[in-house]
Each structure stands twice: as C-alpha cells, then as structure tokens.
C-alpha cells in the first residue's frame, strides 16, 4: 500500500479495522481535539494502528479478569474499537496492511 503526502490512513471516529507496517516514509499522529496537532512521528519500521485500542482501554480503566482471558467481541464493541486519533503520511510512504483479525 503506498500512501500520497498528507494523505489520510485512518481517522477519529472510524472502526479499528487495520495495523499498519511502515516500510518507507513517515506517518505523523494528529489529535482532532486540538486542531490536528502533531503529537507522534512513526518511522520505517514501526508498527501502528493498535494505539486507539490501548488508549481506550486505559481511558476506560479496563481491568481483566483473574484468568486474564479477553473478550472476541472486545475489537467490536463501541466503547473500544474506534479511532481516537488521526494518522496521515508526511510525504511519500509504503506502508503494508493487515487486518486485526489476521494479525
């Protein structure tokens, strides 16, 4: 998958569909609330994608169960599988796409 610059990945409040594999360029993190400012450069090599799903989880306070066993359904609730934040490319990036489902 390549990416144009300044061109949108994923952004606030869509579903957690996709993890990300930065192979060339650079992906910067936004935050809506406070008019798209940068706040996160991801380079070649890093993962991204599952960010949301960990903030989430911490801004909810999620505690497991003694057994430690997650829900199947948790990617698919409301409360935890939408984007918290906005990605986009800052130039020219190759990027490879795997859904959670198969990570």
Do not use: C, W
């Not at 829900?71 to 409301?78: G, R, T, W």
Request: glycine share 6%.
């Amino acid at each position: 998958m390549y990416g144009k610059d300044q061109e949108m990945l994923y952004k606030e409040p869509e579903k957690i569909m996709y993890i990300y594999f930065i192979l060339k360029g650079t992906v910067v993190f936004t935050l809506p609330r406070y008019n798209n400012a940068v706040f996160f450069k991801a380079h070649p090599g890093s993962i991204i994608g599952l960010e949301d799903y960990v903030y989430n989880l911490m801004a909810e306070g999620e505690t497991f169960s003694e057994d430690k066993k997650i829900p199947l359904d948790l990617f698919e609730a409301d409360d935890y599988g939408r984007r918290r934040f906005n990605t986009k490319s800052d130039g020219p990036t190759s990027m490879k796409r795997l859904t959670i489902f198969n990570f």
